[in-house]
């Protein structure tokens, strides 16, 4: 389509995930933008020129936007995979080599980005080197197009530091992303501490980990009022805190992941290093928490924590298995099944997965408002199948969901106005 090329996308359940609400209607887009969205978005004796898609009573909304991205496969390749699995926004992790944390290296993610089929962003690293130190230059770097600051798998361990960079950050309206784990605490630990990690031999990383650094680091933006984000929570323990936090009005938020709420620590019953992460899975009672913590509002986004390796990488001893897992093309179905389990109304799902990230992150996606960009999304939330790995467009498949059943499924993924994914028939 040219730049002012009109498109309808009729007959859609559209899920609005600002107000909340899934109505019947239409959403008309005029070349790389929103013009209308509702029942009477569009008039069909005014469609000369104009592309007619019939989305048959699927879920249309806001394409995702992922913020929490590792760059493990080529950008080219990241990007399919993020447009097969719904993701129109990707946030890279600054964990590279080199590590991200100087303006030449963030503009070279920015130029390469422009060529993307889906948008791409880099966070950068708070402290050079990733090494817990010396803070970046984050005016610098927030200039050059960083969205946010963090460490990423290692936390900024040292509370001078911590402190340093939620001071500074103010002064740039930045935010602050924080991996929790006291890494005293969790040093060598491969999976949850508790009855499972000892009958399986493995050490563990106790809950205790996570919610001591989040404590601590909750007393530092009391005291310099900074906006702090905590990347991913894990445990019942740290949603409380949190939640607590949040009462006392702390511009403070958190995300999860679909294994922390589709998943528990006896996922790795016969050390299936797929299912080894960090930070770990945890207890049945924890993931329910999780899914307590999205019900309410408590955690503020998901992300995929996509996360490829091969399989030399992961086909290893558990405990020399590399943690992570690839998930861009997994959201869907993961959220889809707490939402058909009647636990989390979709529509807040869907904005843990849009409008929440964008907002958070100073984007302009994650809408439908007129005069947003035109990312968007088409799913079925009911089609069945099963999940299989060797179907992804990823390269890597250490996904801990494979041979999985799963409901709803991407059908279509448009980016500016274009689409960039189409299933079969679509």
Same mark, same amino acid.
């Given at each position: 389509?040219?730049?002012?090329?009109?498109?309808?996308? *009729?007959?859609?359940?559209?899920? #609005?995930?600002?107000?909340?609400?899934?109505?019947?209607?239409?959403?008309?887009?005029?070349?790389?933008?929103?013009?209308?969205?509702?029942?009477?978005?569009?008039?069909?004796?005014?469609?000369?020129?104009?592309? *007619?898609?019939?989305?048959?009573?699927?879920?249309?909304?806001?394409?995702?936007?992922?913020?929490?991205?590792?760059?493990?496969?080529?950008?080219?390749?990241?990007?399919?995979?993020?447009?097969?699995?719904?993701?129109?926004?990707?946030?890279?992790?600054?964990?590279?080599?080199?590590?991200?944390?100087?303006?030449?290296?963030?503009?070279?993610?920015?130029?390469?980005?422009?060529?993307?089929?889906?948008?791409?962003?880099?966070?950068?690293?708070?402290?050079?080197?990733?090494?817990?130190?010396?803070?970046?230059?984050?005016?610098?770097?927030?200039?050059?197009?960083?969205?946010?600051?963090?460490?990423?798998?290692?936390?900024?361990?040292?509370?001078?530091?911590?402190?340093?960079?939620?001071?500074?950050?103010?002064?740039?309206?930045?935010?602050?992303?924080?991996?929790?784990?006291?890494?005293?605490?969790?040093?060598?630990?491969?999976?949850?501490?508790?009855?499972?990690?000892?009958?399986?031999?493995?050490?563990?990383?106790?809950?205790?980990?996570?919610?001591?650094?989040?404590?601590?680091?909750?007393?530092?933006?009391?005291?310099?009022?900074?906006?702090?984000?905590?990347?991913?929570?894990?445990?019942?323990?740290?949603?409380?805190?949190?939640?607590?936090?949040?009462?006392?009005?702390?511009?403070?938020?958190?995300?999860?992941?679909?294994?922390?709420?589709?998943?528990?620590?006896?996922?790795?019953?016969?050390?299936?290093?797929?299912?080894?992460?960090?930070?770990?899975?945890?207890?049945?009672? #924890?993931?329910?928490?999780?899914?307590?913590?999205?019900?309410?509002?408590?955690?503020?986004?998901?992300?995929?924590?996509?996360?490829?390796?091969?399989? #030399?990488?992961?086909?290893?001893?558990?405990?020399?298995?590399?943690?992570?897992?690839?998930?861009?093309?997994?959201?869907?179905?993961? *959220?889809?099944?707490?939402?058909?389990?009647?636990?989390?109304?979709?529509?807040?799902?869907?904005?843990?997965?849009?409008?929440?990230?964008?907002?958070?992150?100073?984007?302009?996606?994650?809408?439908?408002?007129?005069?947003?960009?035109?990312?968007?999304?088409?799913?079925?939330?009911?089609?069945?199948?099963?999940?299989?790995?060797?179907?992804?467009?990823?390269?890597?498949?250490?996904?801990?969901?494979?041979?999985?059943?799963?409901?709803?499924?991407?059908?279509?993924?448009?980016?500016?106005?274009?689409?960039?994914?189409?299933?079969?028939?679509?």
């Amino acid at each position: 389509m040219n730049a002012q090329a009109r498109a309808a996308y *009729i007959n859609a359940r559209i899920i #609005d995930p600002v107000a909340g609400t899934e109505v019947l209607g239409s959403i008309l887009t005029v070349g790389d933008k929103i013009w209308a969205v509702g029942p009477d978005a569009f008039d069909k004796a005014d469609s000369d020129g104009t592309l *007619i898609v019939d989305c048959q009573g699927k879920c249309l909304c806001p394409g995702f936007v992922d913020m929490h991205v590792f760059l493990g496969e080529s950008m080219d390749t990241t990007a399919q995979s993020a447009a097969a699995g719904g993701v129109t926004t990707i946030v890279i992790q600054p964990d590279m080599n080199p590590v991200l944390d100087q303006v030449s290296l963030v503009d070279y993610i920015e130029r390469q980005a422009r060529d993307a089929i889906v948008r791409v962003h880099p966070m950068a690293a708070a402290t050079k080197g990733m090494d817990g130190r010396e803070m970046t230059e984050i005016g610098l770097l927030q200039a050059a197009g960083a969205l946010a600051f963090t460490d990423s798998r290692k936390s900024v361990h040292k509370a001078q530091v911590m402190r340093r960079l939620l001071t500074y950050a103010t002064v740039h309206n930045a935010l602050i992303v924080q991996h929790a784990e006291e890494p005293d605490l969790a040093d060598g630990g491969v999976m949850n501490e508790g009855e499972t990690s000892t009958r399986l031999g493995l050490p563990g990383v106790p809950a205790e980990a996570e919610v001591m650094m989040i404590e601590r680091d909750l007393h530092l933006v009391a005291m310099t009022g900074a906006k702090y984000h905590v990347s991913i929570v894990t445990t019942a323990q740290s949603i409380d805190a949190v939640r607590r936090a949040k009462a006392k009005g702390l511009a403070v938020t958190c995300g999860t992941a679909p294994p922390y709420f589709a998943l528990n620590e006896l996922a790795i019953e016969d050390y299936r290093t797929f299912a080894r992460l960090s930070p770990p899975l945890r207890t049945e009672a #924890d993931r329910l928490a999780v899914i307590d913590g999205l019900a309410d509002g408590t955690i503020d986004v998901i992300v995929s924590s996509h996360d490829p390796h091969s399989e #030399d990488e992961k086909r290893l001893p558990f405990s020399f298995a590399a943690p992570g897992v690839v998930g861009l093309e997994t959201i869907l179905p993961m *959220i889809m099944e707490v939402a058909n389990g009647g636990h989390v109304p979709l529509p807040r799902l869907i904005n843990a997965l849009t409008a929440a990230p964008a907002e958070l992150l100073g984007l302009p996606v994650g809408r439908l408002d007129k005069g947003a960009p035109a990312d968007l999304l088409i799913f079925d939330p009911n089609i069945a199948y099963r999940i299989h790995a060797e179907d992804f467009v990823s390269g890597a498949k250490n996904s801990p969901f494979d041979t999985r059943p799963a409901e709803g499924r991407v059908l279509k993924t448009i980016v500016a106005g274009q689409s960039v994914y189409a299933a079969d028939g679509w």
